[in-house]
T-cell receptor, first 111, second 109 residues
Framework: DVKVTQSSRYLVKRTGEKVFLECVQD?????MFWYRQDPGLGLRLIYF???????EKGDIPEGYSVSREKKERFSLILESASTNQTSMYLC??????????FGPGTRLLVL | RKEVEQDPGPFNVPEGATVAFNCTYS??????FFWYRQDCRKEPKLLMS???SGNEDGRFTAQLNRASQYISLLIRDSKLSDSATYLC??????????FGGGTRLMVKP
């Protein structure tokens, strides 16, 4: 069974804080993704990675950065959290050209 | 126009009913198609892929109409446990998925 884990289920941060969200997958998948999900807007892709140290911007990368130093781990960084980054963050991984498997999500509240 | 559009619902149906959802996509070059299911406050999980010839998995049937650019999901004999949000997902290039906003289904006793 594919397992994708995320470092926190719930997180509360203050405006201006630096926030790290971590995602780990145990299936040696090449691709990893970070999405955010908001009511009425669906899932939107923030960043993705096809390989170690490789990253590509998704649809809404502003205010975020990512890091992939190891194949199994993909981190999302909010350099200076803002209230409009309050959201559900979902990490996913997939083998090449195949469907994606999601982690349980992190609900982030920025005060 | 959104790339992938779905009726958000909710669809309220009694147990045992048959219910169908449609989804339209705008990119005629889209390569593959999926239905995901998302329970409240949980992550999306793959329900089924959608093939050109149509495919069935138990009570669930998915169909693709490339000419009209829509995908459908039919659920027969609805169960209470089918209550969830159903996400239509389109793969446009490589492994880039575009998600619809989801259709919420509520099955009532």
């Amino acid at each position: 069974d594919v397992k994708v884990t995320q470092s926190s289920r719930y997180l509360v941060k203050r405006t201006g804080e630096k926030v790290f969200l971590e995602c780990v997958q145990d299936m040696d998948h090449e691709n990893m993704f970070w999405y955010r999900q908001d009511p009425g807007l669906g899932l939107r892709l923030i960043y993705f990675s096809y390989d170690v140290k490789m990253k590509e911007k998704g649809d809404i990368p502003e205010g975020y950065s990512v890091s992939r130093e190891k194949k199994e781990r993909f981190s999302l960084i909010l350099e200076s959290a803002s209230t409009n980054q309050t959201s559900m963050y979902l990490c996913a991984s997939s083998p090449l050209w195949e469907t994606q498997y999601f982690g349980p999500g992190t609900r982030l509240l920025v005060l | 126009r959104k790339e992938v559009e779905q009726d958000p619902g909710p669809f309220n149906v009694p147990e045992g009913a048959t219910v169908a959802f449609n989804c339209t996509y705008s990119n005629s070059a889209s390569q593959s198609f999926f239905w995901y299911r998302q329970d409240c406050r949980k992550e999306p999980k793959l329900l089924m892929s959608v093939y050109s010839s149509g495919n069935e998995d138990g009570r669930f049937t998915a169909q693709l109409n490339r000419a009209s650019q829509y995908i459908s999901l039919l659920i027969r004999d609805s169960k209470l446990s089918d209550s969830a949000t159903y996400l239509c997902v389109v793969n446009n290039a490589g492994n880039m998925l575009t998600f619809g906003g989801g259709t919420r289904l509520m099955v009532k006793p």
